[in-house]
C-alpha cells in the first residue's frame, strides 16, 4: 500500500469546490427550519428559565443552560441534540438545597459539576467556598418581545484570587473581578459570550496564565475544520501529529471548529473582531484538537492569552486601574450535507457577524458603542531603493506602545510590544495594494501605528496616534524609508514575516519536518548567490543536523534523542572589487529556538548572531512566531575580490533548538 506523506494525510477529503458551497447553501435553508422530525423556528421569540443552578434561554434554534455557580455554559442543544462532551438532562430541574443566597444557592455544593461543556479559564468561582457568585438577568426578554436574553454571572475579588478553572489552579490565578455573560437572539443559530475582568487599583499585582474559552463536544463530532488545510477526519483512531499540528492563524481563519460525518451538524467559534485577542495578525494559535484525556472529547478553543509561540502578556501592576472585555464572540450552530458545505457556512457567517460589529446589544462593561468609536485612514508611502508601488499582504494597526510588562521581581525589565501584548486592545486591518488603509471601530485613545508588507524589511511606527471619542482621523500621507545600513550585496528569501518560501515551509505540520533536513541535505545547505533557487537549497529550519538513528518525535517536547551535530549553512558570493569600509549581515528572524549561532567570511570569525528570542517554534510546528531583527556587522576587508564563503553556524545541541529566517541581507557601507 502507497505511504502517504504527513500533508497528504492530513489533506485527505479537503474539498471546496463551488459545487459543496451552493449545495450548502439550500441544505442549511431548508434544514433551518425542520431536520429528522424535529421542528425549529427562527421566529420564535425568545424565552429565559431558571431553577436553583442554571438559566435557560431557547430561541427554538438553539437551547442553552448556563451555571449560576460557575458561569459554565453546562449545556448547548441544537435541533434537540446535545452538542456537549456531558451536559444535564433537558427535564432536569435542580432545587434549591443550601442556605443561600436566594438567587444562588447551591454555590457551595452544586448538583451540576466538571467542565465537560463549555468554559472560561478564568470562572467566577473563586477558590472552593469562598464566596458565592452573583448570577443575574441582564437583558429579560419577557420586557423586549423575545427579541433577546441575557444572563450574567459575577464575582469580586474580596481579596482572594479569581480564576480556577482548567490551566489555571484550585487557588485562583490572579486577584481580578470577573463578569462572564451569556445572550441569545431571536433567530440566531447560536449564542454570544463574553467575559469583563475589572482590576482597580488598589487590588495587587496580577498576572493571567493560559486564558481561553473552550468547548468540549459530543462524541459524534468527528471532522475538524480550523483552515483550508486543516479539513478533514480526526478521531482517536486516525490521530496524527500531537495538539500543536493544529493551529493557524486566528486573524485570517474567524470561524473554526467541529462537525459530524453522521448528524450533519456543526459548532464552531466565530471572533467577529480581533480587537480582544493578542499577538495581532501574525499570531499562530491553537484552536481545536482532541482532549489529551482517555476520553479525548473534541475541543475547540478561543485564547485570548497563550503561552504559545513566545507567549503574551497581561500583567497588570499594584496600584494600577485596568478592565478589558474579552468578546462578544458568536457560538454557532448549522447543519448541512456534509463538512465542506458546514464549513462553508461557518465562514460565510463570520463575516456576517464581523459586519455587525460592534453590537448594539452590549451595556454595562468596558465595550464603546458604534458612534463612540473612529475610524482612522491613511496612506503609507515607502521611500526605499527598492520601489514599492504594489503593497502585498500591506498589514496596519494601532496598538498600545512597548511597555515594561509588571513582575513581582522588577529585574530584569521585560519590554512587551504588540507581538506579546494581551493587555490592551489592538485595532489591525489588512490595507490596500496602493498604500491606503482604514481602520474601523477604533476605542478612543492613544496610539502606536505599526505598518509592514512584503518585500520591505523592518517595520513603520508612528507613535502619539490621539483617536477621540467618535471622531474620525485622516493621517494623511505618511512616508517609511526603511533602515538601510548601506548598499546591498545579495538577499535571500523574501521580507513576509515567515519562512513559507523555503524549502520545508509547506510542510511545518509535519511534526517530523527536523528529522527530513539529514536526509534532504546529508551536507547541509549550500547556497549560491545567482544560482540557487531558495525554494529548493535553503531549508527553512537552520537545526543541529540529527544523525541519531532513534531520534524520534514526542508529542508537545518535538524531537527527542541525542543531540544534533553543529550545522553550517553556506553562501558563497562573489565580489568584483575587494570592498573596504563596514559589512552588516542582517537577519530577520520568525522563529527561535537556539540562544545563538556563529558567523564567519572566508575562514574568519566575523562575529556572533546573540540576543535571540526563543519561542517554540520548531517545537510547536509553527509558521511565524515572535518576528525580530538581528545583525552582524564586520570589517569589510574580510571579504576579497571573487568568490566570498560566508559561514552560519548552529551550534551542536537539541534537534529543536534551531533558527527559522524569514530574510538575510548582506550590506556594504564601503
Known amino acids: 500500500m502507497k505511504n502517504l506523506s504527513f500533508k497528504t494525510k492530513l489533506k485527505k477529503h479537503v474539498s471546496f469546490g463551488l459545487l459543496v458551497v451552493l449545495a450548502a447553501a439550500g441544505s442549511l435553508l431548508s434544514l433551518a427550519f425542520t431536520s429528522g422530525g424535529h421542528k425549529v423556528s427562527a421566529d420564535a421569540k425568545v424565552t429565559l428559565t431558571e431553577d436553583a443552578e442554571t438559566y435557560t434561554m431557547d430561541n427554538g434554534i438553539v437551547k442553552v443552560r448556563v451555571s449560576k455557580v460557575s458561569g459554565n455554559l453546562v449545556s448547548f442543544r441544537y435541533k434537540d441534540m446535545e452538542m456537549f462532551e456531558r451536559a ?57 418581545g423575545g427579541e433577546m436574553a441575557e444572563v450574567s454571572t459575577k464575582a469580586n475579588s474580596m481579596g482572594r484570587k479569581m480564576g480556577t478553572g482548567p490551566g489555571t489552579t484550585k487557588d485562583g490565578d490572579l486577584t ?31 498576572i493571567f496564565g493560559e486564558a481561553r474559552y473552550c468547548a468540549k463536544l459530543a462524541p459524534f463530532f468527528d471532522w475538524v475544520s480550523i483552515d483550508k488545510e486543516v479539513n478533514h477526519e480526526y478521531k482517536k483512531t486516525t490521530f496524527v501529529g500531537d495538539k500543536y499540528v493544529y493551529t493557524t492563524n486566528p486573524t485570517l481563519n474567524r470561524a473554526w471548529g467541529w462537525s459530524s460525518t453522521e448528524k450533519k451538524v456543526g459548532l464552531f467559534f466565530i471572533n467577529p473582531s480581533m480587537e480582544y485577542i493578542s499577538g495581532g495578525p501574525t499570531k499562530f494559535e491553537l484552536t481545536g484538537h482532541l482532549n489529551t484525556d482517555a476520553n479525548a472529547a473534541p475541543c475547540v478553543l478561543n485564547y485570548w492569552r497563550s503561552s504559545h509561540y513566545g507567549a503574551a502578556e497581561a500583567n497588570i501592576a499594584t496600584g494600577e486601574e485596568w478592565h478589558k472585555t474579552i468578546g462578544p464572540f458568536f457560538i454557532y450552530a448549522n447543519a448541512g450535507d456534509g463538512p465542506d458545505a458546514i464549513y462553508a457556512d461557518a465562514r460565510a457567517q463570520a463575516v456576517k457577524e464581523a459586519a455587525k460589529w460592534p453590537f448594539n446589544w452590549v451595556n454595562g462593561v468596558d465595550y464603546p458603542k458604534a458612534k463612540d468609536r473612529s475610524t482612522v485612514k491613511g496612506q503609507l508611502i515607502v521611500k526605499d531603493v527598492k520601489k514599492i508601488t504594489d503593497f502585498q499582504n500591506f498589514e496596519v494597526g494601532l496598538t498600545h506602545g512597548d511597555y515594561i510588562s509588571a513582575r513581582a521581581n522588577p529585574e530584569p525589565k521585560i519590554i512587551t510590544n504588540w507581538q506579546r501584548d494581551a493587555k490592551y ?38 507613535s ?44 511545518r505540520r509535519d511534526p517530523a519536518i527536523s528529522l527530513k533536513y539529514p536526509q534532504l541535505f546529508p551536507n547541509d545547505v549550500t547556497y549560491v548567490v545567482g544560482k540557487s533557487d531558495y525554494s529548493k537549497d535553503w531549508f527553512y529550519q537552520h537545526i543541529p543536523h540529527n544523525t541519531d538513528p532513534n531520534a524520534r518525535v514526542v508529542p508537545f517536547s518535538g524531537v527527542q534523542g541525542a543531540p544534533g551535530n553543529a550545522t553550517p549553512y553556506t553562501i558563497q558570493f562573489d565580489m568584483p572589487s ?33 540576543n535571540l528570542l526563543t519561542d517554540g517554534l520548531i517545537t510547536r510546528h509553527g509558521e511565524s512566531g515572535l518576528w525580530y531583527e538581528r545583525e552582524v556587522d564586520f570589517d569589510a576587508s574580510l571579504m576579497k575580490k571573487g568568490t566570498n564563503i560566508l559561514k552560519i553556524t548552529m551550534p551542536a545541541g537539541p534537534v529543536n533548538n534551531g533558527l527559522v529566517y524569514d530574510y538575510i541581507r548582506l550590506e556594504l557601507a564601503d
Open 578 to 610: 575587494a570592498p573596504t569600509g563596514k559589512a552588516y549581515l542582517r537577519f530577520a528572524i520568525c522563529g527561535t529556538g537556539a540562544r545563538s549561532a556563529d558567523v564567519e567570511i572566508n575562514g574568519q570569525p566575523a562575529g556572533k548572531l546573540q
Open 464 to 507: 502619539d496616534i490621539v483617536v477621540e471619542k467618535g471622531k474620525p482621523l485622516n493621517l494623511g500621507k505618511l512616508e517609511w524609508t526603511p533602515v538601510r545600513k548601506g548598499r546591498q550585496v545579495w538577499d535571500i528569501g523574501i521580507p513576509n514575516r515567515n519562512a513559507s518560501e523555503f524549502r520545508g515551509g509547506d510542510q
Open 425 to 462: 486592545y489592538q485595532f489591525w486591518v489588512k490595507g490596500n495594494a496602493d498604500g491606503t488603509f482604514t481602520i474601523p471601530n477604533v476605542r478612543e485613545g492613544k496610539y502606536v501605528l505599526y505598518a509592514f508588507t512584503n518585500n520591505v524589511l523592518g517595520e513603520y511606527m508612528k
Open 176 to 206: 481580578v473581578d470577573i463578569e462572564i455573560r451569556y445572550t441569545l437572539l431571536r433567530g440566531a443559530s447560536g449564542v454570544y459570550t463574553y467575559c469583563t475582568f475589572n482590576h482597580p487599583a488598589e487590588y495587587p499585582l496580577g
Open 88 to 144: 444535564p438532562a433537558p427535564e432536569m430541574v435542580v432545587e434549591a438545597k443550601g442556605d443561600g443566597p436566594a438567587n444562588n444557592p447551591n454555590w457551595k455544593a452544586p448538583v451540576i459539576t466538571g467542565v465537560s461543556n463549555g468554559y472560561w479559564s478564568h470562572d467566577v468561582v473563586g477558590v472552593k467556598g469562598s464566596a458565592p457568585a452573583m448570577p443575574s438577568v441582564t437583558i429579560d426578554p419577557a420586557k423586549n
